[in-house]
């Protein structure tokens, strides 16, 4: 089964500045995905960025990365130059390929402040 | 083009009505799977469906709860006998293929208060 933990259930940052949110998560297997979801007060779920797991290179979206240590089984994401509609919850989510189902962390609320 | 639909948005029962939540996939997915989310969690697996087949029920609670996806019509997610503990925020998500790195695109939920 996986399990997928995030540590910091806040964080704050000042608007321009960068933040980074930790997840680690556990898997039996060898191929599996991994995604941060951003949850805004709307709660509608909308993907931020993927990872798989077979890949080296760590993935970027714009202003978004992750920093991907696959024998540690950390999946950091890193916001830079923050935004005030970066404010939401976000989670970080894994989905082995021999299933279907998302497992999602607990979530780690982030304020971005003026 | 649509998004995945669902409705209502929000949706209150009194203790031992029914609840039924749909939720149409975008166009061109025939995977859908439903979330349930606790005030203050993060989002638990229930079910995943295909189109007349339940491939994955591991996160359904053994009693009240039942889903279907039908050839025709949207999925629908049924809680019979509601009880507080069911008021939750309940999600969809539909997906193009099995697994990833195929991208779960979520609707916006519906909101379920007992009463």
Redesign the interface.
């Known amino acids: 089964a996986q399990t997928v933990t995030q540590s910091q259930p806040e964080m704050s940052v000042q608007e321009a500045e960068t933040v980074t949110l930790s997840c680690t998560y556990d898997t039996s297997e060898s191929n ?2 991994l ?1 941060w ?1 951003k949850q805004p007060p ?6 931020v960025i ?1 990872q ?1 797991a077979y890949k080296q290179q760590n993935a970027t979206e714009n202003r978004f990365s992750v920093n991907f240590q696959k024998a540690a089984k950390s999946f950091s994401l890193k916001i830079s130059d923050s935004q005030l509609g970066d404010t939401a919850m976000y ?1 970080c989510a894994s ?13 780690t609320q982030l304020t971005v402040n003026p | 083009n649509a998004g995945v639909m669902q409705n209502p948005r929000h949706l209150v029962r009194r203790r031992g009505q029914e609840a039924r939540l749909r939720c149409s996939p975008m166009k061109g997915h025939s ?1 859908v ?1 439903w ?1 349930r989310q606790l005030p203050e ?5 229930m079910v ?1 469906l295909q189109k007349e087949n339940i ?2 029920e591991s ?1 359904m609670p053994k009693e009240r709860f039942s889903a279907e996806f039908p050839k025709e019509g949207p999925s629908i997610l049924r809680i019979q006998q509601v009880v507080r503990g069911d008021s939750a ?1 309940y ?1 969809c ?1 539909s ?1 193009a293929l ?4 195929y ?4 609707g ?2 519906t ?1 379920l208060t007992v009463t």
Do not use: N, V
């Open positions: 599996y995905y995604f979801y709307s709660r509608q779920m909308i993907l993927r798989e989670f989905q082995e390929t021999s299933g279907s189902r998302l497992t999602f962390g607990e979530g | 995977h799977y979330y969690e993060g989002l638990k697996f995943y491939i994955d996160g925020a999600f998500a997906s099995r697994g990833g790195p991208e779960q695109y979520f916006p939920g909101r």
